[in-house]
């Protein structure tokens, strides 16, 4: 538990759609897209690793539909707290965000 971090102290700032002993997946506050957050403080095993990715694609399935996201499993902002977030297919802030854009017509 690191008090500095944000993902240790884990404040409800949007809703949270699934949680367990391991993890949670909430909307990022700044993506507004769901976010996987493991809840220790570091980086986990690839074998755990995968068990959370896969409880994402759930979470990401039921919005998105099945083929309509990608996993993004980059930490750009925390990178020592592990976290990822599930991205609308084609896209990256769901278009809840402020910073969602529509995708340009006539682009190949
Ligand atoms: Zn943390
Ligand atoms: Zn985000």
Known sequence: ???????CSGDRLTEWRFEDEDCW??????CMTPMIVWRTHG???PH????????????AAERYGEDGFWVDPERRR??????AHARPAGGFFDPRSPLFEEPADGEG
């Not at 755990?48 to 979470?59: D, K, T």
Request: glycine share 2%; aromatic share 2%.
């Open 43 to 45: 980086l986990p095993d």
């Open 78 to 83: 925390i990178p020592d707290h592990w976290h």
């Open 1 to 7: 538990m690191d008090e500095s971090c944000l993902l």
């Open 48 to 59: 755990r690793e995968r068990a959370l990715i896969g409880r994402l694609e759930q979470v």
């Open 25 to 30: 997946v909430a909307d990022c506050i700044v």
